[in-house]
């Protein structure tokens, strides 16, 4: 079947005239240009959950300084909860930056250095029937102290490692959230069902051993970086369940109780630190070195 010359038609007739002379790929959609003026909202929830953070670490100073431990110790509960999640969000969502990194770290100072100090020192340090007088405040402010230097060195090593990289395994000392929550098991145990008040001497002895444990060098276990065998997936489930009940019952002492296993668990860190390193020594050894494998 032939075509007569009137009837065929050349592809520049069948397009559109583009009076401008640049004519777009039909297929290709064009872009939205974007807003200098405006972020997308996945980039403020992790700030958002670090200002929440600090927020409820000045409501527990407010609370402390009012004498209501429950309220005031709430409050660091929650600050530990939105601490947990800010860094997993920023990972998850890949927002991680360093302004996000020393917010965090003022907020941990806050809820975790200072609300503790301001709750043991108004519960129980600086009362004036203990008789500790100024050492009390001594020693409150050693403990605030200790948690600042333990959070600068944390920011100066974050910054010389790859921004939103893997999460180690185990961290040098107890960490802040970790030391500023296991603080407060006497004034937990006090309100708990026990009712059990540790002595004064007790509480300030406790109080410096977690202060100098926070700037020690001693490997404690990172939950961050676990990995659980999948046959321990459903132990782990009934364990998590057990949690829940246990702070239905009785908050104060399962809070306090949790807070004591992470902080026997210190010689099961460094055990599992040092047969890790014994492991990469001769691996990371170079050749030719005292420290590299040789052949027999």
């Known amino acids: 079947m032939s075509i007569s010359a009137g009837d065929q038609q050349s592809p520049a007739t069948t397009r559109q005239d583009d009076p401008v002379g640049n004519q777009r790929p039909s297929g290709r959609k064009r ?45 660091v509960a929650i600050s530990f909860v939105l601490d947990a999640l800010d860094g997993r969000a920023a990972r998850f969502l890949r927002v991680t930056s360093r302004f996000g990194e020393v917010v965090d770290s003022i907020a941990d100072f ?34 605030t102290l200790c948690a600042a230097i333990r959070l600068a060195r944390f920011t100066i090593q974050a910054r010389k490692q790859k921004l939103g990289g893997p999460v180690g395994k185990f961290f040098q000392g107890c960490p802040a959230p970790a030391a500023g929550s296991a603080v407060l098991i006497p004034p937990m145990l006090a309100l708990s069902d026990l009712q059990y008040t540790l002595p004064v001497w007790g509480t300030a002895a406790f109080t410096v051993f977690l202060a100098l444990f926070m700037v020690s060098r001693v490997p404690m276990i990172s939950i961050k970086g676990l990995r659980i065998s999948r046959k321990l997936v459903v132990p782990l489930m009934l364990v998590a369940g057990a949690i829940v009940l246990g702070l239905l019952r009785d908050p104060w002492l399962t809070m306090s109780s949790l807070c004591m296993l992470y902080l026997l668990s210190f010689p099961l860190g460094v055990v599992l630190y040092r047969r890790r390193k014994s492991v990469e020594a001769p691996i990371a050894a170079p050749t030719g070195s005292p420290d590299a494998p040789t052949n027999p």
């Open 31 to 75: 872009r939205k240009p974007i807003d200098p003026e405006s972020i997308p909202m996945r980039k403020l929830i992790p700030n958002l959950l670090t200002t929440g953070a600090l927020c409820s670490g000045m409501a527990a100073v407010l609370y402390a300084s009012q004498n209501e431990f429950g309220k005031a110790m709430t409050c």
């Open 110 to 143: 806050t809820a975790f250095g200072v609300a503790p100090a301001f709750i043991l020192y108004h519960w129980q340090l600086g009362k004036p029937e203990h008789s500790l007088g100024v050492v009390g405040l001594v020693i409150a402010v050693m403990f």
